[in-house]
């Protein structure tokens, strides 16, 4: 036993932080203090405060050390892990107050939220499959396959009124009761989505990083529930830590004859096996990820047959998100009602966000849902920084739309996200302030969906390819009022006719900031002008003759010679020669220089 | 991605022999046809088209399919990359706080555009999608080390180092 655990986060965000510097120099610290019978480091998962890792915590004392650097070790371990005097230059400002140092579940970023997929992210190794089974891991497989029938099982998932985590936010229940029948006749399979492809969503990745055994479990459960004896998780090669951790996880769960033949001495026999994607974001449709899976080009094929009926090698095949697995056991240990009893009335449970963009808390947040876009952002999210303005807060990625500071008070589920043009998606959640162009947002989008439609339907190749051209004239302020209502034509056409989900939203983004900052456009095309200041064509770099001192920086720094002036007199820029890179701005001591 | 290929094939026997254990290992796996080729990129750091013609051979997987996944996965590579990968990520998160800037600088100090590799080997230019990092925000990985907070001019520092 130890008296002391120091949790150190070892999730993507912490690691590129230098997290494993600071674990090697923690751990040899301890040892040189002789504490290393006494006081334990720990590797474990995601904590959620990406923005100030690499994170730690020190149980039970409850203290979370932020920024953390090599250097600190010494210090932690002298001064608090032996003499009991928490280094106060580190501890997390938050938590900080006159009467002393407060609970963690105190402070505003973590009070509203509410862990159930991630309850064990940052809390265990997730290397060792023993610190899961201590926080009731696998109880809720052996639950299942000694006192329930299949049936049951599947009943008490409709009945929680899960929805699936990873876009749609089809019923999970549901999925699973078209893919039951026949049990035991035919051959079907259990898949997991860990493609996670949306640009600025790592939920999934810290799920699969922080808590590994979650998802087996759950695929276990549910090839009990439906009747299948194999499941594949497909995930993102852009991952490796969250592969190496998956692999390690299987390895254990098969060693303590959690996964294999004849689990818990119930007659029933289940395996994983992990494909890596390859960088395709269709892949994360559930036909291309099959498609996938068994080896081909990842293009998704039309739906009927659906999965349930014919799927993986033409199987009876069940797909679910990582999110969506993470929350099953929860459900089947505490019961239907109890994941019922938290969320909307058609969105139950809670849904982890993956908070990014101008906000001050970046992290992974946890939240019932039904919590306002307010709370988010102003609370966990700390508000924006550098006294900004909130602009808008996109979410649901490449297939979602922005949401404008007029629908801030708005509860969170994924009925209302698509009633204002948005959508709930895997949960991403990008906040933007005063400094970003809503019609740049909606270009970065379609350039990602151009980029990343694979090809097969017309609507989606061509017509996401139209869209970016019109959104690329109007940023070169060369567009016209009839190519706002071409632009939106076409995003009707495209939702309508496109064969996957992909193509079918890809318009959001756009008819979302149409809808919404319709005035930003018309201020492109009209009076030539980007309000954010971030079209390059439509900017003017100018010098303020009152602010220059004439000390001839920027003509240095200038690459195209477009600034003249005498020494110590003030400088002009020659417009028709500025190529508009910013580098005299950057290159300004006295701030002379501004763009419109 | 382009497909022409530049660099002559330099494979040696050591590593066909690799790739046919591989081969040997997999290939009787349902779906295996993307471990396979995934792995031979490990092995050979690109698939060029005599790699495919291997695999082709010992699978029995026409050429043409082979090229076909190959040319559908960004993560495939038809030619070498350079010894020192950079990869500035474009993820939202990273667009937002300026990534699109981070991007061209670096085409400008290395001459090349996304995509491409510096004449001499060094250097390879790539973006990518969210790495997951975006607490870091704006991101770019060179080979595996993460250069978090970005700002354009600490880039020729950086690039510095690993010349």
Avoid at chain 1, 272 to 281: E, T
Avoid at chain 1, 543 to 561: E, H, L, N, Q, S
Wanted: proline content about 5%; aromatic content about 6%; hydrophobic content about 35%.
């Amino acid at each position: 036993m130890y008296r002391t655990h120091v949790l150190v986060c070892g999730g993507t965000g912490c690691t590129a932080g230098g997290c494993e510097q600071v674990i090697a120099a923690l751990e040899s610290e301890v040892k040189k203090a002789g504490l290393d019978q006494e006081v334990c480091v720990v590797k474990t998962g995601c904590h959620g405060l990406c923005e100030l890792g690499p994170v730690m915590i020190v149980y039970p004392d409850d203290i979370l050390y932020v920024m953390v650097k090599p250097e600190d070790a010494a210090e932690i371990v002298q001064e608090h892990l032996l003499k009991g005097r928490p280094v106060s230059r580190l501890i997390y400002d938050e938590s900080v107050t006159a009467e002393g140092v407060k609970s963690l579940n105190d402070t505003a970023f973590y009070s509203k939220q509410k862990r159930v997929a991630l309850r064990n992210c940052g809390v265990i190794d997730p290397e060792k499959i023993d610190e899961y089974i201590a926080r009731d891991g696998y109880q809720a497989l052996g639950k299942v396959l000694t006192t329930m029938t299949p049936d049951e099982v599947i009943q008490t998932i409709l009945d929680s009124g899960l929805r699936g985590r990873g876009g749609a936010g089809f019923p999970t229940g549901l999925k699973w009761k078209f893919a039951c029948a026949n049990r035991g006749q035919v051959e079907k399979y259990v898949c997991c989505n860990a493609d996670e492809g949306d640009p600025g969503a790592f939920m999934d990745r810290s799920v699969l990083e922080g808590d590994p055994h979650v998802v087996l479990e759950a695929m276990a459960i549910a090839g009990y529930a439906i009747g299948a004896n194999q499941g594949y998780i497909y995930v993102r090669a852009e991952y490796p830590i969250a592969v190496q951790r998956l692999k390690i996880a299987i390895d254990q769960a098969r060693e303590y004859g959690l996964l294999g033949k004849n689990i818990f001495e119930s007659g029933f026999d289940f395996d994983i096996d992990i494909r890596l994607g390859a960088g395709a974001f269709v892949c994360g449709e559930e036909t291309a990820l099959m498609t996938s899976i068994e080896g081909k080009r990842g293009e998704p094929r039309p739906r009927p047959p659906f999965p349930a009926v014919k799927g993986l090698f033409g199987k009876p095949t069940i797909l679910n998100n990582v999110e969506t697995w993470a929350n099953i056991p929860q459900i089947i240990l505490n019961g239907p009602e109890w994941f019922a009893s938290m969320g909307t009335e058609k969105s139950k449970g809670t849904k982890v966000f993956a908070l990014g963009g101008k906000i001050n808390n970046t992290g992974l947040v946890e939240i019932p849902m039904g919590t306002t876009l307010r709370t988010i952002v102003e609370e966990i999210g700390g508000g924006i920084p550098n006294g900004k303005k909130f602009k808008a807060a996109q979410t649901g990625g490449p297939s979602g739309g922005c949401i404008p500071a007029e629908h801030l008070d708005v509860p969170i589920d994924y009925d209302n996200l698509i009633a204002i043009g948005s959508m709930m998606g895997s949960g991403g959640m990008i906040i933007m302030d005063e400094d970003n162009c809503m019609v740049d947002i909606a270009k970065f989008f379609l350039e990602f969906t151009v980029d990343e439609s694979c090809g097969k339907c017309t609507p989606c190749r061509i017509g996401t390819r139209r869209m970016m051209e019109i959104l690329e004239k109007i940023t070169e302020g060369k567009g016209t009022l009839e190519d706002l209502d071409k632009l939106e034509k076409l995003c009707y056409h495209i939702k309508e006719n496109s064969l996957c989900g992909l193509g079918q939203t890809a318009p959001n983004p756009v008819l979302s900031t149409l809808r919404y900052f319709r005035h930003e456009y018309v201020a492109h095309i009209v009076e030539k002008r980007c309000p954010a200041g971030v079209c390059k064509a439509l900017l003017s770099y100018t010098i303020d003759p009152d602010k220059c001192r004439g000390c001839t920086v920027c003509v240095r720094a200038c690459p195209a010679g477009a600034i003249t002036g005498a020494v110590k007199k003030a400088h002009v820029i020659d417009q028709s020669k500025c190529v508009k890179c910013g580098a005299c701005m950057d290159a300004c001591k006295f701030g002379a220089i501004s763009k419109k | 991605m382009s497909t022409k290929q530049t660099v002559p094939f330099t494979g040696t026997p050591q590593q066909a022999e690799q790739l046919y254990k591989v081969i040997e290992e997999l290939k009787d796996q349902p779906g295996s046809l993307m471990p396979i080729m995934q792995q031979a990129q490990e092995i050979y750091g690109y698939l060029p088209i005599q790699v495919q013609t291997m695999i082709s051979d010992a699978t029995g997987h026409p050429l043409e399919e082979i090229y076909g996944v190959a040319t559908f996965y960004s993560m495939f590579n038809l030619n070498p990359k350079g010894k020192y990968r950079i990869s500035v990520c474009l993820g939202t998160a990273c667009y937002v706080k300026g990534a699109g800037r981070i991007y061209e600088k670096l085409q400008e100090l290395l001459g090349i555009q996304g995509g491409e590799c510096t004449a001499d080997g060094k250097f390879s230019l790539d973006a990518c999608r969210c790495v997951g990092a975006c607490g870091l925000a704006p991101v770019m990985m060179i080979n595996d080390d993460v250069y978090g907070r970005l700002t354009v001019d600490e880039l020729p520092a950086i690039l510095k180092k690993y010349q």
